[in-house]
Each structure stands twice: as C-alpha cells, then as structure tokens.
C-alpha cells in the first residue's frame, strides 16, 4: 500500500480516537447515551474527510491533476480500511479498560422500566457482545460504512480525468 494511503488512514484514526476519547471523558457522563453516540458519529465522519485529503494529494502531487472515479475509490477505500482498523484497536483497549464503566454508564439515566428492559435484552444477547475484540470488529464496520458514504463523495467531487 502505498504511503499517501497510510499517512492518511493513521491520520484518520488518530483523530477519530482522540475525539472519541475526549467524548468519553468530557461529554458522554453529562450528555448522555443519545449524544453521546451522535458526537461519536460526527467525530468518525469528520476523521474520514482525511479521504478527500488523500485523493486530492493523489491528483494534484502524484498523478499530474488527473484521478479517475476507479482511482480515487481504490484509494479512498485503502485510507478507510487503515482509519477502521486503528479505530478497532482503540475500541479494543477501550473496551478492555472500561468495560464496565461503560456499561454502567449506559445504564445511570434509564428509568426503572427501562433498566429492567435493558437488563433482559442484555441477558438474552451472546456472551461476546460485549467482548473487546468484538467491539473492535463493530467500530471497524462502522467505520467501513460511514467511509464508504464519504468515498463515492469524494470519488465523485475530485475526479478529474485528462478529457476534462
């Protein structure tokens, strides 16, 4: 892989782990479980317009103002694949450490019918649900899918082929 698409993959994931972390331990006790997810959404999308970054600098500095949409997909997709998988190693150690912190959280604000819902859904759910590696595998797909999204974007604002 080239190293444009890892600079810009490492980039991307750093962000969005640094802005997860400081969702964790500067908003989510005081916005709860709603916003907390919303500000998480908005910091993954935000670490992923490292995409466009990297097909721009594929086009302007290595390939003489052209990039085709096939390009620039390929690329996109290499600098989200590296974006999730630095992701899914911060949603392991994340996970790993505070487990059940993070389950307690989820629960501080439910009402009494509502913990009691959220107790036998989460009895009725597979051991491994709430396992790091598989949080790790959750935050890559999620990742993956909202980078996706920003690609074919980004794909389609900067192509630019030699006819045009």
């Keep these: 892989m080239k190293n444009y698409i890892w600079k810009y993959g490492i980039i991307g994931g750093l962000i969005s782990s640094i802005l997860g972390t400081l969702n964790w331990l500067l908003i989510a006790q005081s916005v709860g479980v709603s916003g907390s997810q919303a500000v998480g959404y908005l910091s993954i999308t935000l670490s992923l317009l490292c995409i466009p970054f990297g097909v721009r600098y594929f086009r302007d500095q290595l390939n003489h103002g052209s990039v085709n949409f096939g390009q620039a997909c390929k690329i996109g997709l290499g600098i989200t694949v590296i974006a999730g998988l630095v992701m899914a190693l911060h949603s392991v150690i994340f996970f790993a450490l505070q487990k059940e912190e993070f389950l307690e959280w989820q629960r501080k604000d439910l009402s009494e019918v509502e913990l009691v819902a ?45 006819a045009n």
């Design 118 to 162: 959220f107790n036998e859904q989460l009895a009725q759910m597979p051991e491994f649900i709430y396992t790091s590696w598989f949080q790790g595998i959750v935050m890559f797909v999620m990742v993956f899918l909202i980078g996706a999204v920003v690609n074919v974007i980004s794909a389609l604002l900067l192509k630019q082929d030699d």
